[in-house]
């Protein structure tokens, strides 16, 4: 199975920052991957597909990168509402995986 | 609306299978793939297997494999995941998701259903 492991684990950062986020891959996968956002108790919420297509409504202070095995997340002008956990997710080859998440706190 | 409904929540005991349903409204169900997903509490999202839109072929990971089954009811627009032979470490929220096919992503998701197994 394909590994995907993010970091940091998680951070706290305040409103109006720049975060980014790293998902690294046990092995080249193109561009296939995919990160979610998910708050408590709710399903994840797709962001960006195919490593840097932001999704039908999301804010466009999101966005993506990458190729290869090194993949990031950014989000430029941290939100009070961007708060909650982001996995990224490859799609290359079955089964799916995830990475192990990164908690985001809002300070 | 375009949404995923699942069934409630379960309890069963080890040994025991579970059942849990997803419905589709809103969009034309045979037109998606639909995954299933399960997450172990404090634990990343666990892909289990799929339907395939048309003729509805499925896949399964192979840590289930021989415990899962995935059918559905295209006139009723619903999908089923049939989890046998249930262990204490399955107890999770089991997620539907639809696949986007242009997309590769799972575009829409259920709200999830808790499947807790105890004794």
């Known amino acids: 199975d394909i590994e995907m492991t993010q970091s940091p684990s998680s951070l706290s950062a305040s409103v109006g920052d720049r975060v980014t986020i790293t998902c690294r891959a046990s092995?080249?996968?193109?561009?296939?991957v995919n990160w979610y956002q998910q708050r408590r108790g709710q399903p994840p919420n797709l962001l960006i597909y195919?490593?840097?297509s932001l999704q039908i409504g999301v804010p466009s202070r999101f966005s993506g990168g990458g190729s290869g095995t090194e993949f990031t997340l950014t989000i430029s002008g941290l939100q009070p509402e961007d708060f909650g956990t982001y996995y990224c997710?490859?799609?290359?080859?079955?089964?799916?995986?995830f990475g192990q998440g990164t908690k985001v706190d809002i300070k | 609306q375009v949404q995923l409904v699942q069934s409630g929540a379960e309890v069963k005991k080890p040994g025991a299978s579970v059942k849990v349903s997803c419905k589709a409204s809103?969009?034309?169900?045979?037109?998606?793939?639909i995954h299933w997903l399960r997450q172990a509490p404090g634990q990343r999202l666990e892909w289990m297997g799929s339907?395939?839109?048309?003729?509805?072929?499925?896949k399964y990971s192979q840590k289930f494999q021989g415990r899962v089954t995935i059918t559905r009811d295209t006139s009723a627009n619903i999908a089923y995941l049939e989890l046998t032979n249930l262990m204490s470490e399955d107890t999770a929220v089991y997620y539907c998701?639809?696949?986007?096919?242009?997309?590769?992503?799972?575009?829409?998701w259920g709200p999830g259903t808790m499947v807790t197994v105890s004794s």
């Open positions: 998701a639809r696949l986007a096919d242009y997309q590769s992503a799972f575009d829409l």
């Open positions: 809103g969009h034309t169900f045979n037109n998606y793939g």
């Open positions: 339907i395939n839109r048309g003729i509805g072929n499925t």
């Open positions: 092995q080249a996968i193109s561009t296939y």
């Open positions: 195919v490593a840097s």
């Open positions: 997710q490859q799609n290359f080859r079955s089964p799916w995986t």
